[in-house]
């Protein structure tokens, strides 16, 4: 019987110990600290500045549901889902037609967003203003006759003014997203049978939405502030009301103001709608969905709730 002696008795064999914690030290953005500080500075100086002014702010409060205020908010809001529905429509008919193989219509397209993207808004708005200096009566045969000047009211001054030159710059919003459809798309839908004008109307322009819808919302926004230069032409919106009370109550300054936070809680409530929009179409295209801002409230308060425990 033989012993084996290669074998000792000891302790029994421990597990190798695990690597030690990287004690992690954030990096100090000094930087970010010292623009913070000035930042704060400046607005603390501006507001100050403000405070110092003879300026009545007791007169913003008191104008800011009054009935000329509301009925000028009323009429601003309408001539921009006029003139945004006219650029719309017009956009997309100017987008496909700037795409057609006919050269003639690919031509007369291209021609109208030189032209209008190329002019601003104002010296168009006077020009159909003041076309009654050149055309004395508006002859649509018999349908219409009458003078240019009971013709051409100041509210359709602003709607053809805004819409016409809205049109030129959705279609080459539309035509980007129009192009950004892959042209496999157009060739299969084809290939079943469908028209070019039904393949356009459930293929193409549902994808394209996803790239149409974005800066479309900000058209729409930039259309609301753009209305305040229809007062040149006399139709009274947000802007010209608020000249006119401001004219007449002395306060032209607090009125301005007014008209200030009327455009702002106005272009926040589209900004709002812009966004649930794009949530809505980018639905298939990415895997999930941006929280809304009620969720990030949401979630915020459920971590600082957290924390405090």
């Not at 892959?182 to 290939?191: F, I, K, R, V, Y």
């Not at 103001?257 to 900004?271: I, K, M, P, Q, R």
Request: proline share 5%; glycine share 8%.
């Amino acid at each position: 019987m033989t012993v084996d002696t290669d074998k000792t008795d000891g302790p029994a064999d421990t597990p190798p110990a695990g690597p030690e914690a990287i004690k992690a030290i954030p990096v100090r953005h000094y930087g970010r600290y010292v623009s913070a500080v000035i930042a704060i500075a400046l607005l603390g100086g501006v507001v100050y500045a403000f405070s110092q002014g003879r300026i009545n702010w007791d007169a913003i409060p008191d104008y800011f549901f009054d009935d000329r205020v509301l009925g000028g908010v009323g009429r601003t809001l309408l001539i921009t889902v006029l003139s945004m529905a006219i650029g719309i429509v017009g956009g997309i008919l100017l987008a496909v037609g700037r795409l057609s193989r006919n050269p003639v219509t690919s031509s007369i397209a291209w021609f109208y967003i030189w032209f209008f993207r190329g002019t601003p808004v104002l010296v168009q708005l006077v020009v159909w203003f003041n076309l009654g200096l050149v055309f004395e009566y508006i002859n649509l045969g018999p349908f219409y006759k009458d003078e240019w000047s009971d013709f051409m009211t100041p509210f359709l001054t602003a709607l053809l003014g805004l819409g016409l030159n809205e049109a030129a710059y959705m279609a080459e919003i539309c035509r980007a997203g129009l192009l950004s459809v892959d042209e496999g798309q157009t060739e299969a839908s084809h290939a079943l049978g469908m028209s070019h004008a039904k393949t356009l109307r459930r293929i193409v322009i549902p994808q394209a939405m996803r790239v149409i819808v974005p800066p479309t919302g900000n058209e729409v926004i930039n259309m609301l502030k753009t209305t305040s230069l229809v007062s040149v032409v006399q139709y009274s919106e947000l802007f010209r009301v608020a000249q006119d009370i401001g004219q007449t109550s002395g306060a032209p300054a607090e009125m301005l103001f007014l008209a200030a936070a009327w455009y702002l809680l106005l272009t926040s409530v589209f900004s709002v709608g812009q966004y649930y929009l794009e949530r809505y179409y980018a639905r298939g295209s990415s895997r999930s969905l941006p929280a809304t801002p009620f969720q990030k409230i949401k979630a915020n308060m459920l971590s600082l709730a957290n924390w405090r425990r």
